[in-house]
């Protein structure tokens, strides 16, 4: 790990505006002793929160050089003292990240060699993972305070998978009585990596689908599911979920090639989470004209995120309404506007619950969703005696 950050000197002799409270405290000084703690924090100096550090560090020299002027604005306190806020949110989801990410290790190496009491080890983190984040979506942070930085590593991308299905389990009512099994299936999806042998009896890609992945990129799916059957008392739908992790609702995914009538809510949830953190991008640095910002920064990572998953979900390679509900619930916005949106029809109730929006709606944008729409538009312009005739 890289040497912790330097913390920047702050003038605390000069008097604070009058009037210029800060959500962490009560005046400026309080924000700038925050900043100064938070940079001489030894997690700041973790390669993956680079991005936060760097702003912080600039935020504390901004503050300081207004300091020194002697006029710093109410609403720049407020506005950097949100920033310090969610910053302390990030490092505090980091450190049990990391935590979570150190007993997953383990727990894989375990269940690569077929042994049987990995599974206690993955039920026992996949129900803390659970409780946790659930606790966590009853606050009011921000869910991109799930991760504080793009995952890397299996280990780690086990955990962020986990960390979405959990939130995404929270808060789409349909997927409760699978939450254990779709948390633990996305810790572990990708633990056929660890081993190249062949499952007897896993399902050959289609070879009539030139579009459909193949190799290790689709076959270690069968892998993980056969590995996860060998534990004891785990939730037998968390190999389901993790042998089709890969598959598509047109046919197009693999090994097996399933289409959207065979894949159920936990499935294509998986799919949708698996997808999202792997379009999920690194923050890239502010210019020197744009206020150092490092969480508006990790919001417009999730939001290229959600826009590029929902397009998928448009052409048919992801489930759109369980797109359409995870990007609700992470409080998203789709990045396109269907005719659905438009018009106002065809509203599709998704059981969320309180913590997300009730209702969805189907885009009628969608070349599977048209047919529908059409023949709505149909019986809404014909006439009584028409729909008469045609009932």
């Not at 890397?152 to 997927?175: D, F, I, K, N, Q």
Request: aromatic share 4%.
């Amino acid at each position: 790990m890289p040497d912790a950050p330097v913390a920047p000197t702050v003038r605390f002799d000069l008097p604070a505006p009058h009037g210029a409270p800060a959500p962490i405290g009560g005046d400026v000084r309080s924000v700038a002793a925050a900043l100064c703690a938070l940079l001489g924090d030894p997690l700041l100096g973790d390669r993956a929160m680079r991005g936060w550090a760097d702003g912080l560090r600039a935020l504390a020299q901004r503050l300081a050089a207004a300091g020194l002027k002697g006029a710093i604005p109410p609403a720049e306190v407020r506005r950097i003292g949100g920033i310090v806020r969610a910053a302390a949110a990030a490092r505090a989801q980091r450190e049990r990240f990391l935590r979570w990410t150190a007993d997953l290790g383990p727990a894989l190496s375990e269940l690569a060699v077929a042994d049987h009491k990995a599974g206690a080890r993955l039920l026992a983190l996949t129900r803390g993972i659970l409780a946790e984040t659930q606790d966590f979506a009853a606050g009011s942070l921000p869910p991109t305070a799930l991760l504080a930085a793009p995952p890397s590593g299996r280990t780690e991308r086990g955990v962020a998978g986990a960390c979405l299905a959990a939130w995404a389990a929270t808060h789409y009512r349909p997927l409760w009585g699978e939450a254990e099994a779709v948390v633990l299936a996305a810790l572990a999806r990708d633990v056929g990596e660890l081993t190249p042998i062949a499952v007897a009896g896993s399902p050959r890609p289609n070879a009539r689908r030139v579009d459909r992945p193949s190799g290790p990129a689709a076959n270690h799916a069968a892998r993980s599911a056969a590995l996860l059957t060998v534990c004891d008392r785990l939730p037998p739908a968390a190999a389901r979920c993790a042998a089709r992790h890969h598959e598509r609702p047109d046919g197009g995914g693999g090994p097996a090639g399933l289409t959207a009538a065979d894949l159920a809510p936990a499935d294509r949830l998986l799919g949708w989470v698996d997808r999202f953190l792997a379009l999920l991008p690194a923050p890239t640095d502010g210019t020197a004209d744009a206020p150092p910002d490092p969480a508006a920064a990790w919001q417009a990572c999730w939001q290229s995120a959600a826009a590029a998953t929902y397009a998928a979900a448009r052409r048919g390679e992801l489930c759109l309404s369980i797109t359409a509900a995870g990007i609700e619930a992470l409080g998203l916005s789709r990045g396109e506007q269907g005719a659905a949106d438009a018009a106002g029809v065809g509203p599709v109730g998704l059981a969320l619950t309180d913590l997300g929006r009730t209702r969805l709606r189907l885009d009628a944008g969608h070349a599977l969703a048209a047919p529908r729409f059409a023949a709505a538009a149909r019986r809404a312009a014909a006439s009584p005696a028409e729909r008469r005739g045609a009932a």
